[in-house]
């Protein structure tokens, strides 16, 4: 991989505007665990961070420590119902197109579990973009986006400080730090300017199609 470009995707808040499918699915989840939804509030801070931690963070709501049995009942009705219910942001088809036509080598790597994850890219069609997904392991592993940009490096043998993370929260920026990888942080998604600079984007981007520019801004084009 040596030479080629190499972009690694977040999914939530990045390619897929997921939040009305994962906000029914807290909701959800909530309901099934005897808690009223709508003391919960907004929950657009619950997309993207690992599911277990947006749970814990929910249930702390109500004084509710029973984390694992609603990550099990969050996943149930998430891969039945939730996972379809999102869309391509505007503009990301194009934002693909264009950084294929560079030879840019796309990753996804998402905090989402892998299954799920490719399963919302092959329902928004976005396989031909792609190279791979990468996400959280069935069963626990890789929960960490840390831990999951480094199984990337290793896995495609990919060299130390050249890919590009591409993402919409703090833990796309932090987890791309710790990998010694350059972070472009976008607006369109669920994080916002503020976090993405207070984590320490190297770059951000406003719209998609100012991420092309900023990957050939890094040298990578």
């Not at 996943?75 to 934002?95: I, Q, T």
Request: proline share 5%; with cysteine.
């Amino acid at each position: 991989m040596v030479g080629v470009p190499t972009v690694l995707l977040d999914l939530d808040g990045t390619l897929s505007d997921s939040r009305p499918g994962i906000a029914a699915s807290f909701r959800f989840t909530l309901g099934e665990m005897g808690h009223d939804p709508e003391v919960a509030g907004d929950l657009t801070w619950a997309v993207g961070p690992p599911i277990a931690v947006s749970i814990q963070r929910l249930l702390s709501l109500y004084g509710d420590k029973r984390v694992e049995r609603a990550v099990e009942i969050y996943r149930a009705r998430y891969s039945a119902v939730g996972l379809y219910d999102c869309s391509v942001f505007p503009g990301v088809l194009e934002m693909l197109a264009g950084l294929r036509a560079t030879g840019t080598t796309m990753f996804v790597a998402t905090s989402k579990r892998r299954d799920f994850a490719d399963r919302v890219i092959d329902h928004l069609k976005l396989r031909g973009f792609v190279q791979s997904v990468y996400g959280a392991l069935p069963g626990g592993g890789l929960d960490e986006k840390h831990d999951l940009l480094a199984h990337i490096l290793a896995a495609e043998n990919l060299p130390a400080g050249g890919p590009v993370m591409v993402g919409d929260r703090l833990h796309d920026i932090h987890a791309a730090k710790a990998n010694g990888l350059r972070s472009i942080g976008v607006l369109w998604g669920y994080g916002g300017a503020e976090e993405l600079s207070a984590a320490g984007a190297d770059a951000v981007a406003g719209t998609p199609d100012g991420v092309a520019r900023l990957v050939a801004g890094f040298g990578l084009l």
